[in-house]
């Protein structure tokens, strides 16, 4: 019987972090990861291959439509599929060896296995080779999620496929149709469509990215209509069949009328559901919610006192940051110290070009709960940074409490949003208002400028700018 003060289940960004925030507390960790590469989902198939493909395909469109009116020219642009995806796979290993380095660093045990509760303090971890009995005094279950799919559609992971798969194929698909139109469907959509394959996006919903701010999924949409993809929102896919060297797709649009489409591949993303398989939860006092996510209450406790679970298997924003905070959280609590996530706060970007990126509230829930606020929008069209390097496309948009200035919400579609919204996040934390964001210095020329006009205007100052 091994024995430890921490052990954490799962080894995706929730899980590290945990771990290696418990080991440098002092704790005698554990990390049990059923893969043979640390990183869970985020790294080995989520956030870091996709964004590798992303900037590849970037990269390659640039030089396509851009180069030449910079003064570049090229004889010919030609895709290396195979090398794209070999340096995708090269990025994914340098980042697992990377999280080899931080475990045999921070001196955290890896057991390689699945770990399944036989009760409320002890742990069976099985593989290949052997089965290992364990205790620790405090577990954190970070074990993740996988694809979800919807009825009719089965995922058979050949035509019928999720992101996963999208990330490994050998050749470039000719056409795909991605079943959803939230982060993963636009992000694999401009992956494919910069390459050359033929997308089209099925949305039930009448905007894409439609948990975030209205306006920047409408405003992404024009932007990847006008690179070619072709957006269908509203309407209801129902069914999708193998069809050997194709897949069909079949779907209902809002009155009723039934079309179909068929293409090498179709790509489900349309949500993602809790991984709890082969835990032994029903082993403990853990309770799991109507749609599988484990329960947790103050500080991710779940039902069980030395049980905690964070990351994407409890649910919520399904993002590697917000588990990565929890797995600090957690760490925290047991060794005694206060902590608070303001989940409000936690940033979201979606890695189109441009980028996108949001925290606080949007327009409509401001709206729909009555609470007054000023706008300040201002265009990348008139950034003199965004002129320089032909990328002005977007806009950044402030929401401001009419009264106090607070900043409520900030949202933007341009170049780099993903860094800028950095920014966002700390004058929301620590409620700086949008006076104080606009007498700051910002360096010229940069993207960020953008913002600083944007909290001129929502001042009613009026922007430098424009
Ligand atoms: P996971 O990363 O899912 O890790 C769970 C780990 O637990 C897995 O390695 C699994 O093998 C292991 N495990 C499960 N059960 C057991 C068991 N019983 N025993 C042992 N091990 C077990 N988020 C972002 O913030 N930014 C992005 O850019 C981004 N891009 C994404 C792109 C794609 C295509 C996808 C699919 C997701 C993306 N996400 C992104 C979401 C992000 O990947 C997840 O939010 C994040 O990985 C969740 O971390 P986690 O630690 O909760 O779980
Ligand atoms: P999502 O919830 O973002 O989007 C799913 C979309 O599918 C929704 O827009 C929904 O309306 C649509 N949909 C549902 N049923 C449908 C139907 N029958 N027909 C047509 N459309 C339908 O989920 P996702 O894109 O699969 O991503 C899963 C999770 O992974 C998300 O929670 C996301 O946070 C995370 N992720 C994050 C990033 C990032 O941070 N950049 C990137 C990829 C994934």
Known sequence: ????????????????????RAAQLGYKTAII??????????????????????DSTHHFSEAQHKFNEHGIKLNQIELDFQQMYKRKAEVVSKNTAGLDFLMNKNKITRLKGTAGFVNNSTLKISNENETIDLTAKHYIIATGSKPSTIPGVEIDKQRIITSTEA?????????MVIIGGGVIGVEMASIFNRIGTQVTILEYADNLISTMDNELGKNLHKILKKEGIDIRLNLGVYKAENLGSSAKVLFKDKDGTENELEAE????????????????????GVEVD????????????????????????????????????????????INGQKHHIHYDRIPGVVYTWPEVASVGYSEEYLKKNNIPYNVGKFPFSASAR????????????????????????VHVIGARAADLIA??????????????????????PTY???????????????AINI
Not at 429 to 437: L, N, Q, S, V
Not at 448 to 462: F, H, N, P, V
């Open 386 to 409: 965004a002129r320089a390097s032909m990328d002005m496309d977007g806009f950044a948009k402030v929401l401001v409490d009419p009264k106090y200035g607070e900043v409520l919400g």
């Open 265 to 284: 591949y179709v790509l489900v993303a349309v949500g993602r559901k809790a991984f709890t398989k082969g835990l032994g939860l029903e082993n403990t």
């Open 33 to 54: 990861e059923k893969y043979d590469t640390l990183g869970g989902t985020c790294t080995n198939v989520g956030c870091i291959p996709t964004k590798a493909l992303l």
């Open 448 to 462: 960020s400028e953008t913002l600083k006009d944007a909290y001129l205007i929502a001042s009613g100052q009026g």
């Open 290 to 333: 109507e749609r599988g996510f484990i329960k947790v209450y103050e500080n991710n406790q779940t039902a069980v006192s030395n049980i905690y679970a964070i990351g994407d298997v409890i649910g919520g924003a399904m993002l590697a940051h917000k588990a990565e905070e929890e797995g600090v959280l957690v760490a925290e609590t």
């Open 167 to 175: 990330l490994s194929l050998k050749e470039l698909p000719k056409s």
């Open 1 to 20: 019987m091994e024995n430890y003060d921490i052990a954490v289940i799962g080894s995706g960004p929730g899980g590290y972090v945990a771990a290696i």
């Open 423 to 444: 920014q966002g996040v700390i004058a929301q934390e620590y409620e700086i208002t949008a006076e104080d964001m606009f007498r700051i210095s910002y360096a010229h």
